[in-house]
């Protein structure tokens, strides 16, 4: 696995109770891993102005976080309790677009199933998943 690689896919949907995408983090820290999302983030995508997400999948659980491209630091709060391995982004539009969150101990071939999920449809058959989490 390379250490650029942004473990990062999309797509985006205009359902809003669709998955966006998934998100593949190094570790559980919050506060290190929501710089990096940032970093990969594509600016067609929309601005980023918030996170909400599911406590249980960090060891930390910072109320703000500095990242990329963005003047002071990005708030962020938590998801109820029983939506687990996900990440709300609340886009400065107004939309929110939903990430599954996979563990970071997931085994290579289960995240990587789980990316390609989420990548851009190319017309192939798409992976049968569980949103569940591995």
Known sequence: ???????????LSAD????????????RTLSDELPLLFAAWPADAGYISRVIYSASDWDDRPAAVEVPRR?????????????RHQAV?????????????????????VARRYLRAFAPYDGR???RTS????
């Open 1 to 11: 696995m390379d250490a650029q690689d942004p473990r990062l896919t999309l797509r």
């Open 16 to 27: 809003r109770h669709q998955l966006d995408g998934a998100w593949w983090p190094r570790s």
């Open 131 to 134: 949103v569940a989490g591995p």
């Open 89 to 109: 982004l609340a886009m400065i539009d107004g939309q929110h677009r939903t990430l599954v969150v996979i563990p970071p101990n997931a085994p290579e071939e």
């Open 71 to 83: 003047r002071g630091r990005l708030k962020t709060a938590i998801l109820p309790t029983s939506e």
């Open 125 to 127: 058959s798409l992976p």
